[in-house]
Nanobody
Framework: QVQLVESGGGLVQPGGSLRLSCTAS????????MNWYRQAPGKQRELVAS???????NYVDSVKGRFTISRDNAKNTVYLQMNSLKPEDTAVYYC?????????????WGQGTQVTVSS
């Protein structure tokens, strides 16, 4: 059974930093790309950052230069370091992995962690 467990959210002032963690179990972690999504109230869920199994990263334009995604395969954990946080970064952040095999799509999500940026 695949499980993704996030931690590290909270309340932070504008300009502050947070680091989110997501620990996976039930998969060979190093084989799969990992993603961070977020969903703000009244908005659609959006892909924030992704990292391939080889460590190639991609970011949505709104977080480039402020957020960094990384992974530690020995710990089965993916991180999202968030710096220079803005009120518009307020959202529930979700860890995700998905892949296709034999025409079957496997799509797993964590429970989400709330990030609130406010003074």
């Amino acid at each position: 059974q695949v499980q993704l467990v996030e931690s590290g959210g909270g309340l932070v002032q504008p300009g502050g930093s947070l680091r989110l963690s997501c620990t996976a179990s039930g998969i060979i972690f190093s084989n799969y790309a990992m993603n961070w999504y977020r969903q703000a109230p009244g908005k659609q869920r959006e892909l924030v950052a992704s990292i391939t199994s080889r460590g190639t990263t991609n970011y949505v334009d709104s977080v480039k230069g402020r957020f960094t995604i990384s992974r530690d395969n020995a710990k089965n954990t993916v991180y999202l370091q968030m710096n220079s946080l803005k009120p518009e970064d307020t959202a529930v952040y979700y860890c995700n992995t998905h892949w296709a095999s034999a025409r079957v799509i496997y799509d797993y999500w964590g429970q989400g962690t709330q990030v609130t940026v406010s003074s």
